[in-house]
C-alpha cells in the first residue's frame, strides 16, 4: 500500500509513517504542493496511491467521478491534534483496513470513530 499525503498535512506525519514501515509520499515530494486536487487525485489512480487527507473535497471528487479509486482516508476532527498523534493515530488503525483500502474506499477517521464506505459512492 503507497500513501499520498495531502498537502493539508504535515510533512512530519510522512517520517512517522516511513519510521512505521508504510510507503508514504507527500504531495510536496512530487511538486504538487500547489496543485489542484484533481491533479492529485489523478496522480494517485496512476501511481495507486491511497490518498490521506484532512479535506472532504476528495470524497466529493470520487462521488462526481463515480470512482472506485484511489482509496481516501479522510481524517476527521483532527485540526487540533499534532502531526505526531496524526501518526499514531493512523498506525494504530491502518492494519484493520488495509485490506478495505486495496479494494476501494473511503475511510473516515477521527480520534473516536472510523467507518468505510465502498466505492464508487452512490452505487
Not at 512517522?16 to 489512480?45: N, T
Not at 494504530?92 to 475511510?107: K, Q, S
Amino acid at each position: 500500500m503507497r500513501l499520498l499525503l495531502d498537502a493539508n498535512l504535515s510533512l512530519r506525519l510522512a517520517t512517522s509513517l516511513s519510521a512505521a514501515g508504510y510507503d508514504v509520499v507527500h504531495v510536496g515530494d512530487l511538486d504538487l504542493l500547489a496543485a489542484p486536487d484533481s491533479v492529485i487525485f489523478d496522480r494517485a489512480v496512476a501511481d495507486g496511491y491511497v490518498v490521506v487527507t484532512a479535506d472532504t473535497d476528495f470524497s466529493m471528487l470520487l462521488a462526481l467521478r463515480r470512482a472506485s479509486a484511489p482509496s481516501v482516508i479522510l481524517l476527521r476532527r483532527v485540526s487540533e491534534l499534532s502531526p505526531d498523534e496524526h501518526g499514531r493515530l493512523l498506525v494504530a488503525n491502518l492494519p484493520a483496513i488495509v485490506e478495505d483500502l486495496g479494494r476501494g474506499v473511503v475511510v473516515s477517521l477521527s480520534p473516536t470513530r472510523l467507518a468505510i464506505r465502498r466505492l464508487p459512492i452512490g452505487r
